[in-house]
């Protein structure tokens, strides 16, 4: 099992920023790929960002390239995966998830990941 808790969210303005953070604990946080997803009310979850197990691969959704950076921290027990937000747009507003993959490799499909974050509020006012 793997526990994920996402911390960081808030309202901000747009053309702002904010980073958000998740902390894992549980199994090795080193052998799972990273992503993170957000839901805006009335819509589907849609991917935002992943990273691969070592952080030496990432990829975007297309709405966020250039705006959105995901890191991670394996060391020193951190264990933990950021999404630094910048740019922000009132589309960006929703609950942002953390998620964890059995995985070395990333994927952008929610039922790839196993375990599940509850996720923070972002609010992006315009």
């Known amino acids: 099992q793997v526990q994920l808790a996402e911390t960081g969210g808030g309202l901000v303005q747009a053309g702002g920023s904010l980073r958000l953070s998740c902390a894992a604990s549980?199994?090795?946080?080193?052998?799972?790929?990273m992503g993170w997803f957000r839901q805006a009310p009335g819509k589907e979850r849609e991917f935002v960002a992943a990273i691969s197990w070592t952080g030496g691969s990432t990829n975007y959704a297309d709405s966020v390239k250039g705006r959105f950076t995901i890191s991670r921290d394996n060391a020193n027990a951190k264990n933990t995966v950021y999404l630094q937000m910048k740019s922000l747009k009132p589309e960006d507003t929703a609950v942002y998830y953390c998620?964890?993959?059995?995985?070395?490799?990333?994927?952008?499909?929610?039922?790839?990941?196993?375990?599940w974050g509850q996720g923070t509020q972002v609010t992006v006012s315009s």
């Open positions: 549980g199994r090795t946080f080193s052998n799972y790929a």
């Open positions: 998620a964890a993959k059995r995985s070395y490799y990333t994927g952008d499909a929610p039922n790839e990941y196993d375990y």
